[in-house]
């Protein structure tokens, strides 16, 4: 069976890997930086973002520490990082990618359940 995913506070309808960028891209328009995507098997991806660099994190359930996508060597920290609960987070340049990376992890894995296989990612469990 494959993996479905929705985006956790709009439509109960899913998402696919065609349409997931757009619903990023509007949302990040909107000033909703963070976003969680919950998959029909219980897996959460979450997509949190800048506007120029975004952390992206797979995980397996609740309480999972997960992975996340890394830049091996990338050398500084951003902040910026909005979350819903009013939160401003700062993290190492190495801990995130460029937004463009970010979006083709996430649409790569709504589309696949997987990360892609040049992507790099570091597990926290």
Known sequence: MIESWVINDESPLPVSSATVL???RSR????RLETWL???SGRSLVFVTNTERAMVMLL???GDPGEHAVSPGAQ????GFALSNGQDDEYP???????IEAFRLVEQIVGTGSWPADARWAVDR
């Open 38 to 40: 919950t998959s029909s």
């Open 76 to 79: 500084g920290s951003s902040d």
């Open 28 to 31: 990040i328009d909107n000033g």
């Open 22 to 24: 757009e619903a990023l």
């Open 60 to 62: 397996e359930d609740e």
């Open 93 to 99: 340049d190495e801990d995130t990618v460029p937004v």
